[in-house]
Structure formats: structure tokens, C-alpha cells
């Protein structure tokens, strides 16, 4: 990897780190736990994570709409996705599988953003004023799911200007072949740099020395 951050400038997003999908118990951890122990997903997040706020890099927490009762029932056209949330209540509000897992809490000085009800975290957001609003001119994607939600907020961050960086042993999906498409064939049209944690964390030390 020869890609290099500023960290005044660099952020890094982590999309949906529910305990749904990240604990064990969690509703979609099942679908996930296979994939996600292969690439090692939640010590790579730990890792991803913890080296951002070890060299300055700003935090971004993008979530997911958490399910409430009502959700979708009168819309014209949700999607394929939506219509899953709404039959297996995931992410429900008020609900352990809609908090963030233990290990991914908001700090002070971490951003926030709006919930997004499709999958960019862009879309009808604040996501991209909070990253204008503190400068924010690269984006490292990293949580859930690589071929959804990472995809879709990285695609978008790309046309808004954006440079993208996947972290490919930083997400995960339900199946392999979703993880093949996210990385090796749609990934190359939209990121700018796809890594590893390992290449990731190593440039953010260079950054901090």
C-alpha cells in the first residue's frame, strides 16, 4: 500500500456496528459469524478503530435506521433490504441488538451522523455536511455489510467528491461470493485504494511518527 493520510483530512466511517450484526446473539450474527471469523472482522475493528483515535484521525459513526413499529408499512417502494428489517425487526430502537456493540461506543469527539434509512450513509443524511464541516476530504469505509451499506455509502462518497478507501478484512458480508464481488469486482470502479487492516494501520503510524 502506498497511500498516504493526512489526518486532519482523513476520516474513517464505521457503518452499523449493531450488536445485531456483531454479537453473538444478535439477529443477523448467524448469517454473519462465519464470514466475518474468517477475515477476522471484530479484532480488525478493534484495530481500525483503535488507530484512528491513536493518530487523530476523525471517528464517524454511521448507523443504520433503528426498526420501530410503523416503519415501511404505508411506503411505495422499499427495498429488498428494508423489507427484511421490517420482517425480522433488526436493529429494533430500544432494543440490545439496536445498540452499538460494547467495543464501538461514541467518545467525545467522534461524529454521529443521521441515520440513513436505505443503504448509503450518505442519502437524506448529515453525513457529508459533518465531513465538509470538519474538513474531511478522505474517507476510510469499515463495518457492515461490504456488499450494502459499505458499497452504497462508498459509492456515493465517491461521487460526492471523496476519496474512498475499503478495508477488506474490515467488513464483512453473509456469503464469500458477497465479499468477492464487494472487493474484487465492484469495489475497483468506486475505491480509490483497497487495503488491509494490517497496510492501514501501518500508515497511520507513518502519520503519527
Not at 138 to 154: M, R
Not at 167 to 174: E, Q
Amino acid at each position: 500500500m502506498t497511500e498516504t493520510y493526512d489526518v486532519r483530512r482523513t476520516a474513517v466511517l464505521l457503518v452499523d456496528p449493531y450488536n445485531d450484526f456483531l454479537s453473538e446473539g444478535g439477529l443477523a450474527w448467524p448469517r454473519l459469524e462465519a464470514v466475518a471469523g474468517e477475515v477476522g472482522l471484530l479484532d480488525h475493528l478493534r484495530t481500525v478503530v483503535a488507530c484512528a483515535r491513536a493518530s487523530g484521525v476523525q471517528l464517524v459513526f454511521v448507523p443504520h435506521r433503528r426498526w420501530e413499529s410503523g416503519d415501511y408499512d404505508t411506503w411505495d417502494h422499499p427495498s429488498p433490504t428494508q423489507r427484511k428489517i421490517q420482517q425480522r425487526h433488526t436493529f429494533a430502537r430500544g432494543t440490545w441488538g439496536g445498540e452499538f456493540h460494547p467495543d464501538f461506543q461514541p467518545r467525545p469527539g467522534d461524529i454521529v451522523a443521521h441515520e440513513h434509512w436505505g443503504q448509503s450513509g450518505f442519502a437524506n443524511t448529515d453525513l457529508d455536511l459533518q465531513l465538509k464541516q470538519h474538513g474531511i476530504t478522505h474517507v476510510v469505509l469499515i463495518g457492515l455489510l461490504a456488499n450494502t451499506c459499505i458499497e452504497s455509502t462508498g459509492r456515493y462518497a465517491m461521487e460526492l467528491g471523496y476519496h474512498v478507501t475499503l478495508v477488506r478484512d474490515a467488513t464483512a458480508a453473509f456469503l464469500p461470493e458477497e465479499m468477492h464481488a464487494a472487493h474484487e469486482l465492484n469495489g475497483p470502479t468506486f475505491a480509490h485504494t483497497i487495503t488491509t487492516t494490517d497496510e492501514l494501520a501501518d500508515a497511520l503510524k507513518e502519520v503519527q511518527s
